[in-house]
Every structure is written in C-alpha cells, then in structure tokens.
C-alpha cells in the first residue's frame, strides 16, 4: 500500500462523485487513484491540473491556451483575480512538485501526499466554480478571422467534415437468416441501363425506419444507414455512393428529423435531389425477441422496385452483423447483377466497433458535433473510445472536436494514435485520417491532396470543396479558392437546401473582397442574408465591403448592428472592440483600425493576445514597429513559449532588418506551431532569403 493512500481515498470519493460529468478528468484521475508508481502519480497530478488550466483560459481568459506553459496561465489567472489566493497557491505547488513526474528525477516519495493533497483541494473548488457556470449565461466570443472553414464560433475555420460509419465484417456465426424475395418486377435490363459506359451507378441511402415502437432502437436508424454507405463506398470503381454528409444535409434543410414522416415519395424525391440511380430504404421491426431489419433496393427515377431483403437477429447486440450481412448482400446484388461478376474480393472494409454502447456514444457525439457542442461531443467520443481503443472514427471526430476549440495539443496526441493504426483502415478511411493528420504534421498542398482523393468517392459532398477553398486560401491561391468554395455553394443549390453553415457565404465573400469582384461580394450577402437572418458573420463582411465602397452611412447601420448583436451574445467589450479594429483594418481604413486595437488594449491592459494584436497591427502595418516592438517583447517576458508571439517579434525583427535575429525566433515559432500556420512559414523563407542577399 503506497504512503499516499488516505489521499488516494479522498480523490477516489470524488472520482465516484463526478462519474458522467467530466469524462476528460474523470478519465485521469481514474489512472491516478489506480496506479502505486509515485511517478505516475505525478504525472497524472499534473494532467489533472492541465485540464483544468485548460478549461480556465478559455472561460475566464477568453483564449485557447496553445502552447503556453502552466505556470504563465496560473500567474495570468492570479494576476487578473479570476481565482481565488489560496487556490492559486495549490496551483502553483502542484505545478512544481509535479514536473518531477513529468521529466522523472530523484525526489522523495513523501513529497507526493503534498501533490495529492493540493489537488483534492482544487478539484473540490473546480466543481463548485463549474456549478456557478451552470446557472449564468453562457458567453460566446465573436472572433473573426481569414480561416473559417474549420473552427466555429464566429468566423474561424470549421471542421464540417464527414464522418465515415463504420462496419464489421461478417464473423460466420450470425444467427439472423437472410430471406431474399425476388419480384416478379424485377428486370436485370432495368439495373443496367442504371450503368453507362462512363459513369458508375449512383447510390442513396435513406435511414432506416424505426418501427418496433421501442424508443431503443432510434439511434440505428442513422447507424444502419451509416454502416451500409461506409460499405459501399469501398467500392468505389463501380459505386458512386451519397456520403452520410450529403444526406444528412439534404434531411436536416428540409426538417425531416422525425424519420417515420419520410414517406416513400419523400424518399425518393430526396434521392433524385442528390442525382442517385437507386435508392436503399428500410425499416426495423421487432416480434417478441425477434429484431427483424427489411431493406428494398428503388430505382429513383421510375419507382421499380429492384430488390428487397430481410434480415433477423435476437438482440441488439446482433445488430452489427445484421448490417454487414445486409451489406454485403446489397452489393452483391448491385456489382454482381449488373456486371454478373464480384470486381472487389470481400475484406474487412474499415476498422470498427463491435460494441453497440460504444457505437451508441459516437452517434450521440455527432449530434452534439453538428450543434457546434464541442465539449459535450468530445465526452461522448471519449466514452465511445474508452469502449473500443480501435474505434478510429470516433477518435478522428474527437480530434477535431478539440481543434475546434483551440486545444490544439490534445488533438495532435490523438492525432498521432489515429495514425498509429493507419494499416487497419480501409483507402477511404485512410483519405480522412490522412487530411486530418495534414492540418498538424503537413501542409495545405498535402491536405488539398487528400481531400480531392475523397471526392473520387462522392464528387456531391459540399464539405470536401470547402477544405479544398480554405486550404488553397491559406496558399493565397485566390482563385482555386474562389472555385472551390462556389462548387461547395453550387452543390446546395442543386440540393435546393441552404449551407449547414454561414462561413459557407462569408469565406466566398472575403476571397471576392480580396480580388475587387465587390458586385460579386454584394450580390452574395444578399442571398446570405435570406438564408442566415441576422448572422454576425454576414454582418461583419457587409460592414466591411460598405466601409470599403466609401459607404459610410451604410456601414455605420452594420456595425451597429454588429455591436447590439455581440452585446445579446455576451461579448465582451474588448471582443467587440477587437472585432472592429479587424473591420476597419480589412477596410484598409488604417487610422479607424489603429484607434480600436488601441481602445481594446485599453479595456484589458493585462491581456497578452490584446497586447499582441496591437503590436502585429503596428509591425505588419509599418505605422510604429518601435511600439510594436515594445509591446512584444513585455508580452514575450510572460509567455515566452507562444509561438505567435515569437512570430511578431521575428516579423518585426525583419522589418528593422536585424535578419538573424528574426531568424532565430521564426524557427522557434516554427518549431513551437502546434498546427501548420502558413503565414509563418512565408515570414520564415521571406527572412531565409534577405539573409542570402546579404551573403
């Protein structure tokens, strides 16, 4: 029994008191109340710690934390009196003791009862600080930024990217028998006629009806459907298969979230919305113990029925392989039928999930994703994969429920485990977790790679376009950008649905903005008004084209209506007044843009990234890179390992034309990026070359 065990008591109590709460904690201090190693106490002490800081910063802070180090939040947290003195104090002994854990060296053993101590303390004040959170308004900043397709809320780059089901193959010991029934209708004539010379057989998946009156059995109405196109799109040759993403959409714009009012006519007036030949439809049905799964293959354009199928099983815990069964059935129907032999030898399509709980937890993480919920989809994923380590979907989903909120450092350590397990995936999973893996070890010529590889698979999904238009924004490809993300717009006007997201209108907007099409631009915003009624986003751009057309009057309606809609939300001053600053500087009304960074820094004189907005905008701008300089360099003394504050001071560096010395901290940024920023590597090959005319 260790010497810290009446410790390991207590934080056992509270584990078994917050069980379901915080799953991220909840998951440590499991480790920790586990473990006899004094060293992996530490350890998970600290991760423990680490977690809450995290959390910290970005409520009370108003920031992500990146790469900056513990110690620098806490003192910015004491400094700003955002936590109480004497948790603080266990804080900063926990931080200290604990780093002998982190890089193991010799200390006593005793000094972890200290360790343990110390953060029973600041658990218990942690509960307490998140209950208060409960009962007030939660408060959202509007950010703006020229990346928005991959981070929400308001204007930074979202991750709306699909999501890839998940199958099993059929282990040989399935109880369910499969009863095929074969129409008299039916006219293999009819099936490939489907098939030209040079296009493959389009396929729509509809979900599947829940008809057993057992509310249980709701959430395999997506998965069935899920796990068949995840099947199908293996092949690829042959099939052309609507993603989850385009059906999801197409459903989600047309309201239809009660699944059992989606009559067969809706059905397949959904199929021919998104240009499929056959249409997959079904239902589940239970008698007694008997779960009973029935599918019928549609011919979209003239109603003929091609096929039907029926599977049974006894329990939900049967349920995967039902579905690979009817999987593997619907495509033997559909390759062998119409081209009477098997192209692609059956194999274990993609890594999955036998566990119907931990399949369960992914489908409700989805949903909270798609809501823009990030850290309740992140506990759902976590619970899924705390379930089944090798469920890959789950975790590359987690991975950018954490990008999306800036945690940047969780979502590189789970992205390196998804690529740990690269050989178990199938090529289309493979495609996703490749651009996943892009955003933080490649560079956006990789992730537009693999994002056009994953339109081989589906060339009707909106979502691969928009990534493929960001990532050619962020390479200043401005016109491969504008492409791209009027194909994504194109794609749901085809549908006849609106965007799932206003970034859709408004990362189009800028990159008009940015090459003088201002008719284009305008002419935009007013279908984006239709569609996202008094959306901040919209606003912003449209205050900042009336800014830049010289209409003063109105772009003062605008920005008004910018102010009164950041205050509903909760915004701070300082936020709105940043906001502005960012307006009037995309304005290229530089005077204006000056006076608001000014007035923010103002507002919170202590704020770092305040402080560092100021100084970039003065350096990049050349109006006073002395100032500039200043400013960064008290803001690099208090977080000296945040590597966008190196990058102003190398930037500024170059401009005084000290080039080595800029050298020095641009690869320091370089090396401290916890995701692949291309502004700083133009900064870093912009030094690299003044340095070689100079030789």
Not at 37 to 47: G, I, K, M, P, T
Not at 358 to 366: E, L, V
Not at 460 to 483: F, H, T, W
Not at 662 to 669: S, V
């Amino acid at each position: 029994m260790p010497i810290w065990s009446a410790e390991i008591k207590e934080l056992g109590s509270l584990f078994t008191s917050i069980k379901g709460r915080f799953p991220d904690l909840e998951k440590d201090i499991e480790h920790l109340i586990k473990t006899d190693d004094e060293n992996v106490a530490l350890l998970y002490s600290r991760r423990c710690l680490e977690i809450i800081i995290t959390d910290l910063c970005e409520t009370e802070l108003k920031r992500p934390r990146r790469t900056e180090p513990l110690k620098g939040i806490i003192d910015k947290l004491h400094r700003e009196d955002k936590v109480p003195a004497h948790i603080i104090t266990s804080m900063e002994s926990l931080n200290s003791l604990s780093t002998y854990g982190t890089h193991p060296k010799e200390f006593d053993p005793e000094q972890v009862k200290p360790v343990l101590n110390n953060l029973a303390i600041i658990i218990k004040w942690y509960f307490k600080y998140k209950d208060s959170q409960l009962v007030s308004t939660t408060k959202t900043e509007v950010l703006q930024t020229g990346s928005e397709i991959k981070k929400q809320p308001v204007q930074k780059k979202i991750s709306r990217k699909p999501k890839i089901g998940l199958v099993l193959i059929l282990s040989g010991i399935l109880v369910a028998i499969a009863v095929f029934t074969y129409f008299g209708i039916f006219r293999k004539g009819s099936m490939e006629r489907l098939r030209s010379s040079d296009r493959r057989i389009s396929v729509a998946v509809m979900p599947f009806q829940n008809m057993t009156n057992d509310t249980i059995w709701n959430i395999w109405q997506d998965g069935i459907k899920d796990n068949i196109i995840t099947y199908l799109s293996n092949f690829s040759e042959d099939l052309s298969v609507r993603q989850k993403e385009s059906i999801n959409g197409v459903l989600q714009n047309q309201g239809l979230t009660n699944y059992a009012s989606i009559s067969p006519s809706i059905a397949r007036a959904i199929s021919q919305k998104l240009d499929a030949d056959i249409l997959i439809s079904g239902s589940i049905n239970k008698a007694g113990s008997v779960i009973r799964v029935n599918a019928q293959l549609i011919n979209s354009k003239t109603e003929e029925l091609f096929q039907s199928f029926q599977l049974e099983g006894r329990s939900e815990e049967q349920i995967f392989k039902i579905i690979d069964s009817l999987s593997s059935l619907i495509k033997d129907f559909v390759l062998i039928t119409v081209m009477e032999k098997e192209i692609v030898p059956e194999f274990r399509q993609l890594i999955s999930t036998s566990s119907s709980e931990a399949y369960r937890y992914y489908m409700y993480a989805n949903q909270a994703f798609y809501k823009l919920d990030y850290p309740t989809a992140r506990e759902w994923y976590l619970k899924a994969i705390d379930i089944d380590t090798n469920f890959t979907e789950a975790i590359r989903m987690l991975i950018y429920s954490y990008n999306n909120t800036g945690l940047y450092d969780e979502a590189r350590r789970w992205c390196v485990k998804l690529h740990q397990k690269m050989d178990q995936m199938s090529m289309i999973e493979k495609q996703y977790a490749n651009a996943v893996n892009a955003m933080y070890f490649e560079t956006p010529y990789e992730e537009i790679k693999y994002w056009k590889l994953i339109q081989e698979y589906d060339d009707k999904m909106p979502v691969p376009y928009g990534n493929i238009g960001e990532g050619y924004y962020q390479l200043r490809q401005y016109d491969e950008a504008i492409s791209a993300f009027e194909k994504q717009l194109e794609i749901y006007e085809l549908w006849d649905v609106k965007p799932r997201w206003s970034s859709c209108y408004t990362s189009l907007g800028k990159l008009y903005h940015l090459t003088g099409q201002y008719r284009k631009e305008m002419k935009l915003y007013r279908k984006a008004e239709k569609d996202f009624p008094e959306n901040l986003n919209v606003v912003y751009r449209q205050a900042v084209l009336s800014l830049a057309e010289g209409d003063t009057s109105k772009a003062n309606q605008y920005i008004e209506k910018f102010i009164s809609g950041s205050r509903i939300n909760s915004a701070s001053a300082a936020t709105i007044t940043t906001n502005l600053a960012r307006i009037y500087q995309e304005a290229d009304i530089q005077d204006k843009s000056e006076e608001y960074w000014r007035n923010a820094l103002s507002l919170e004189p202590d704020n770092l990234d305040r402080m560092n907005d100021l100084a970039w905008f003065l350096i990049d701008t050349d109006r006073n890179v002395e100032e500039g300089m200043d400013l960064i360099s008290k803001v690099l003394e208090l977080s000296p390992d945040d590597y966008l504050y190196l990058d102003t001071k190398g930037w500024g560096l170059y401009k005084k034309g000290k080039y080595k010395e800029a050298l020095e901290f641009l690869e320091k940024a370089w090396e401290l990026k916890p995701i692949y920023d291309h502004e700083v590597y133009l900064h870093l090959e912009e030094v690299k070359k003044a340095i070689e005319k100079q030789k």
